[in-house]
C-alpha cells in the first residue's frame, strides 16, 4: 500500500481511514481470488485423472501423474498463501530487533517456507516424468524442465541482487549496530 | 445472532473508532518523531502518513502488553528505519533547541552560558549527531522524547543495561567531539 502525496490532518482521517479499509478489502479480495485459482486446480486434476483412469482406462502412471501435479498444485497454495502473509502483514509494532531480523529472514533467497517451491517442484517433476503424452525421453524431459527452473532461479536471483539484497544487507547492518557490545 | 457481514462490519467500525482515537491522541507525538528524521516539511507529511499507514496494519495485533506510548514508539522508529530505505545511511537527524533545553541531554549548563555560546554548541552538537549511527539516532531521538531507559528497551528490544550503556556511550562520544572541535576552533 503506497501513500499518496496527500496531507494527513486529523480533520481528513475518516476518509483517510475509508481508503485504508478499502485497500484492506481490495488486497484481501485479490488474495482470495489467487487462491481460488490454486484450490480449483487441485480437485481438478484429481477429478480429471479418477474420470480418465475409470472411463477411459488410462494407466496407473498417468493417474499417479495427475495426483503429482494436484500435489504440487497444494503446495504451490499453502506455500504462497504463507508467503503472501508473510510479505503483506509486516507488524511494524514489533520491538525494532525483532523486526529487523524478521527482515533479513524475508529477504534471504531459499529461507524456509520458500524451500516449499521445491517440493512443489518435484511433485511437477514427477508429474510430468510420468504423463504419457510426452514421447520424449525421460532425460529430455529433465533437460528441459530443469533448464526452464535454472532459468528462472537465475532471473530471480538477478531480480533478489537488485531490489532485495540492499534491503537485507541495510537491516543486517542495523543489526549489528543495535546488538554490537551487547 | 449476528450474521458474518454485520460482524464484519462492526469489526471495521470498531477498529475505525480505535485507530482514529489513538491517532487523535498521539498525533503531536508522532509528528515530533517525523520531525527528527526529516528536515523537508513534505517528507515529514509523508513519513507521518506512513506511519498511520502501518498503525492500522498493526492494530489488530495490539494486546496491551506494552503501553500505547510504546507501542507507538515502535511504530514510528521502525517505518522512520525502513521508510527512509535506500537513502537511510544518509538520514539526518533534526533536533529543535527547545529539545535539548528540554532534555539537555548532554548537560549543557544553560543557565551560565552566554545564549551564543548555547546556538553554538547547538549547532555543533546538531552537526555531531548526524555523524551517529542510524541506530544511535533513534536512540537519542527516544532520549529526547523523554522516554525512560526501560520504554527504550522495548522500543528497540535489548535490555535496560544494554541500553543505558549504550545512550552512556553515544553522549560520551558526543562530548569528546564537542570538546575536540571547541578546541581546534580556539
Known sequence: MKPNKENITLNDLGAFTSKLQEKDKKYATQSKRLQYVYWFLIPFYLILGTYDYIFDGTTVKEFLSQVSFAIAMLVFALTFRKLAKEYNFVDYSEPTLTMLKKVVKRYTPFHGNSRWVFVALIFLDAGLCLKRQFDKDLLHIQIVFLGAIAISICVGLILWLNKYKPIRDAAKQLINDIEMNN | ?186
Open chain 2, 1 to 186: 445472532m449476528l450474521s458474518n457481514v454485520q460482524k464484519q462490519y462492526r469489526n471495521s467500525s470498531m477498529k475505525e473508532d480505535k485507530f482514529n482515537k489513538i491517532v487523535q491522541e498521539n498525533s503531536e507525538r508522532i509528528r515530533r518523531i517525523c520531525r527528527y528524521y526529516n528536515s523537508n516539511v513534505q517528507d515529514q507529511d509523508d513519513m507521518f502518513q506512513e506511519i498511520l499507514i502501518n498503525i492500522w496494519k498493526s492494530l489488530d495485533n495490539f494486546r496491551g502488553d506494552a503501553s500505547i506510548s510504546t507501542w507507538i514508539y515502535r511504530i514510528a522508529v521502525n517505518t522512520a528505519l525502513t521508510y527512509t530505505g535506500k537513502a537511510y545511511k544518509n538520514m539526518k537527524l533534526t533536533i529543535n533547541i527547545n529539545d535539548v533545553s528540554q532534555v539537555n541531554i548532554l548537560d549543557f549548563d544553560h543557565d551560565t552560558e552566554s545564549k551564543e555560546k548555547v546556538e553554538s554548541q547547538f549547532e555543533a552538537l546538531q552537526n555531531e549527531l548526524n555523524t551517529l549511527s542510524v541506530i544511535d539516532k533513534s536512540l537519542i531521538s527516544l532520549t529526547l522524547e523523554g522516554l525512560s531507559m526501560k520504554e527504550i528497551a522495548q522500543v528497540i528490544g535489548i535490555t535496560e543495561p544494554n541500553v543505558k550503556v549504550k545512550i552512556h556511550r553515544i553522549k560520551q562520544q558526543l562530548k569528546e567531539n564537542l570538546t575536540a572541535s571547541n578546541h581546534e576552533t580556539k
